[in-house]
């Protein structure tokens, strides 16, 4: 029998003895001894788990973990040894494990002596129990488990991945996947140091948070590397990856003013794929740089590691000194090639996940009804830091847009509120959603202007050096605000915290003895058909734009604490925009004379005002306040806009015409009305990026030129699409080579055009895409070539691009897109839906716990009848699957409320589309 010691070295010295051997079968003195003479032991009383959190009964205060990963094996060996605190004598201990098959457990007293335990599973969610025969007394014990594990496959835990011929293994621990890994306290209020050692192959990559500081040989190949004890962290911030990884050295992040030594900075990738990284590695620096300066405190960690996963369930994730990424955030060569839109999305996600170094790594919430400390604050960093960077993105109009999206899911009954209670591991998994992140982000933008931004910036800094290192709540974020702004900003803060929904101000303006004013009346905004109440109100920083006469616009502030206020202005107004800059998270209504006043100075508006203008247009069609006619009409000019984020607003609206307010009969109209919409813009725009043109033009060509193949169905489009997409893979009858030839096609139009090829292409070409595809380890590549797939909507075709998500050499996040793609078009909704009933059991076997968001990939239905079967298939399954019951009715309300906005719209969407547009 293998004994573990008390001291990491030791560990990593028995894990090498003792771990899986290289054939996957266990080594023969790890047979069990025989078992001791039994002794009567006075029984445990029954104790409910707990399945939320932990109580403080034992706690951890430093872990030493040693961990043997062999990547090409079909598990691990692992040892932990837990310093913790018992507050009074007990024989049981809580805590968190998953699959763990448990060899050993242990209770190591001060004294040396050991007290034997059992370890035991109790509950699916990974909660699990040490018992002991004897009492563990009050006071600092040592817990140590020797254990075994299997590899996840489902990109959680530490799980494998196998890519270009050779294995991986990387981890991805949030939220409660730490358990998978290994036993231990699996909370985010737990944060202590960690000491780890890792037996791996010589020769391998082996990177953890924080630098290596030794490594020794472990006989039969295998070296044990142990690495710097981390600062106080929470289990779901350890990360690690494992294989032989490309290593990329950079140059370092040089020292400033506020930080006195350099940071390391390398890029990790799959063999073969490191020379990849030049465009990550060279604009990372910067990004570091620009955060140290607005938090005015360094960088904590002590290298900065970035690595590209081949296969990864999130976008990316925050690891303390270890951040991962999927492969198309990072791999962008030198950026001459790479399209504006990956461009962009490796410079948000990077900043976003920079920005957690400080929020949700140096501070971390206590617990996940914080999740918005984390989120919200690295979302709207993150659009800071990328709008200063980089002002050409207008991260101003992105973050609108965002803060959009967020109104829609905020609109739902079944909507979250920011600061929800969390008290399973549902309700954990439905807090990563639109209404944490996006609308976080929004009314934190939203009360920095009302602060002031320096004030704001005031705040921040004094509630990071109050709780570095440590944990922290809303509580302590609002004081903070509060005290920078000599005012109490907590009360009004906590209206948008602690309750669901969106506030929706109806503007009067009115004029009185040359005095003007504008009164307001807010209630909760509701799509028409919800079943909510609008009886809500929120303490709601509102700025007015207005103007009197040909004078120059001005905004005037106010908060409105009650259901009703009156705003007063200096003089009587022309016109007036109830939201200026769009920087409210709210929605307005103007009527009659104000409404046609604030059309006729639409040249007086801002971009971001324009844009919160057109979606309180489209809000009031939805709420059945206005006539889906009367929006369709007012959208020209939004379209003839230069500017990317106006001219695609009536872009949905007309997909919605398209899709589901007019018959097939009278399709073609609205696709006349597309064409005659964006004709200037393909005019202006071409095929062929202009010289000196930024990339705001080049993600606008890409959607006109998507819109006007796809709803417009213009043959011409679609013709030139097809034409080029053939020339870019090399089919368009000239001798192949194998190679992509990038001149043919501009490369932020490659997924459009492959996916026109491919629905008016045959079987022929759908085969060689698919060959394309399957040889390809080119991540963004791949996502192109499977988008393309999935576009099919030949019945045979579409059939087999379905097939894809149960084909084993599709990724496993790469699934998701053949069943989203074929559920969002009305020709193979049918269709899809019928084959993910057939095959739920597989699908849900192959994503594990992200089953729980199959749900949601059904929410483009718009019928009553197929809210009813959805709702039928799921009831008797939705309970088994993590965060399925709120994603469930979320879809269910959503399906149902496009049923009714079709009901309430569609006799006026007939009669405007029918005059032939």
């Known amino acids: 029998m293998c004994l573990a010691m008390r001291r990491i070295l030791s560990i990593s010295l028995v894990l090498a003895a003792c771990g899986p051997r290289p054939d996957g079968q266990r080594p023969t003195t790890l047979a069990p001894a025989p078992e001791p003479e039994s002794v009567a032991v006075a029984p445990l009383p029954e104790e409910a788990p707990p399945l939320g959190q932990l109580s403080d009964a034992v706690v951890p205060l430093r872990y030493r973990l040693a961990l043997k990963v062999i990547p090409d094996q079909h598990g691990f060996g692992g040892v932990v040894e837990i310093d913790a605190r018992v507050a009074e004598p007990t024989r049981r201990v809580w805590l968190h494990g998953d699959r763990l098959q448990v060899r050993s457990a242990a209770v190591v007293l001060p004294d040396g002596s050991e007290l034997s335990a059992r370890y035991e599973q109790v509950h699916d969610d990974g909660v699990a129990q040490l018992v002991t025969d004897e009492v563990i007394p009050a006071g600092e014990v040592t817990l140590r488990v020797d254990y075994d594990a299997p590899f996840n496959r489902a990109l959680r835990g530490l799980y494998r991945v196998d890519s270009g011929g050779a294995s991986y293994a990387f981890t991805q621990l949030e939220a409660v996947s730490a358990r998978l890994v290994f036993p231990g306290f699996d909370e985010p209020r737990f944060k202590v140091p960690f000491e780890v050692a890792l037996t791996v192959r010589e020769g391998e990559a082996a990177i953890f948070n924080t630098p290596e500081v030794a490594r020794e040989a472990a006989g039969e190949g295998l070296v044990t590397v142990r ?365 009659g004379v104000a409404l046609a006043a604030l059309r006729r100075a639409w040249g007086a508006l801002g971009d971001r005002e324009q844009i919160a203008f057109a979606d309180s247009l489209d809000a009031a069609v939805d709420a059945g306040a206005l006539p889906a006619a009367d929006l369709y009409r007012s959208l020209e000019p939004l379209a003839r806009s230069t500017v990317r984020s106006v001219a695609t607003a009536p872009m949905p609206p007309i997909r919605f015409a398209y899709d589901h307010l007019v018959e097939e009969s009278m399709r073609p109209n609205v696709s006349r009305f597309a064409a005659r919409l964006y004709a200037p813009a393909l005019r202006r725009l071409g095929w062929t990026p202009r010289r000196g043109e930024d990339g705001e033009q080049a993600i606008l060509r890409a959607s006109v030129l998507g819109h006007l193949a796809g709803v417009a169905r213009d043959p011409a489009v679609r013709r030139e699409a097809s034409r080029r997409a053939r020339a870019y893979l090399g089919l368009d009858g000239r001798e192949p080579t194998g190679n992509l030839d990038r001149s043919a096609l501009d490369p932020n139009l490659v997924g459009m055009a492959l996916a026109v090829a491919v629905q008016d292409g045959d079987a022929a070409f759908f085969d060689a895409l698919l060959e394309r595809f399957l040889a390809s380890d080119d991540a963004l590549l791949r996502g192109q070539l499977l988008g393309a797939l999935a576009s099919a909507k030949d019945p045979e075709l579409a059939a087999r691009a379905r097939a894809l998500a149960l084909d084993a050499r599709v990724r496993v996040n790469e699934l998701w897109t053949p069943l989203g793609v074929q559920l969002g078009m009305p020709e193979t909704r049918d269709a899809a839906w019928a084959f993910l009933q057939e095959r739920f059991d597989d699908l849900a076997g192959r994503l594990e716990e992200s089953a729980g968001s199959l749900p949601r990939l059904l929410g483009g239905a718009c019928s009553r009848e197929r809210a009813d079967e959805i709702e039928r298939f799921f009831a008797p399954r939705v309970g088994e699957l993590q965060g399925g019951p709120r994603n469930l009715a979320t879809t269910l309300e959503s399906i149902r409320l496009c049923a009714a906005r079709v009901e309430a719209q569609q006799e006026s969407a007939r009669e405007f589309f029918a005059r032939g547009r």
């Open 227 to 591: 690495y710097a004890p981390t600062l106080p962290l929470p289990t779901y911030l350890l990360a690690l990856a494992v294989g032989p990884l490309d290593v990329v050295e950079h140059e370092a992040i040089g020292a400033t003013a506020l930080r006195d030594r350099p940071v390391p900075l390398r890029g990790l990738a799959a063999r073969g794929k490191g020379a990849e990284f030049a465009y990550a590695l060279e604009h990372t620096g910067r990004m570091l740089i620009a955060l140290e300066e607005y938090f005015g405190m360094a960088y904590p960690y002590e290298k900065l590691d970035i690595a590209a996963v081949p296969d990864f369930a999130a976008g990316a994730m925050e690891n303390a000194g270890l951040v991962t990424f999927r492969e198309e955030l990072l791999l962008l060569g030198d950026g001459t090639n790479a399209p504006e839109r990956q461009r962009r999305a490796y410079a948000y996600v990077m900043a976003h996940e920079l920005a957690h170094q400080w929020f949700g790594n140096l501070v971390t919430m206590a617990w996940w009804d914080d999740l918005w400390l984390n989120e919200a604050f690295a979302t709207w960093m993150g659009n800071k830091i990328t709008g200063a960077l980089y002002p050409e993105y207008r991260a101003e109009l992105s973050q609108l847009d965002s803060a959009h999206a967020a109104m829609a899911t905020d609109s739902l009954v079944s909507a979250r509120q920011i600061r929800q209670p969390i008290e399973s591991n549902h309700d954990i998994s439905n807090a990563f959603d639109s209404i944490t992140y996006r609308k976080g982000g929004a009314v934190l933008n939203m009360f920095e202007r009302w602060m002031g931004e320096e004030v704001f910036r005031r705040g921040i800094q004094g509630y990071m050096r109050a709780h570095a290192n440590g944990n922290a709540t809303y509580e302590e974020l609002l004081s903070a605000l509060s005290e920078a702004a000599g005012r109490d900003v907590a009360t009004s803060f906590r209206t948008f915290l602690f309750q669901p929904g969106l506030p929706f101000l109806a503007a009067t303006p009115s004029c009185e003895d040359g005095q003007g004013a504008v009164q307001l009346r807010q209630s909760r905004y509701l799509p028409v058909g919800s079943a909510g109440s609008r009886q809500q109100s929120w303490q709601v920083p509102v700025c007015i734009r207005w103007a009197a006469g040909r004078g120059e616009p001005q905004v005037t502030c106010a908060l409105l604490e009650e259901p009703e206020g009156r705003v007063a202005l200096p003089a009587c107004p022309t016109w007036i925009h109830p939201n200026a800059d769009g920087a409210g998270y709210y929605r307005f209504a103007l009527e």
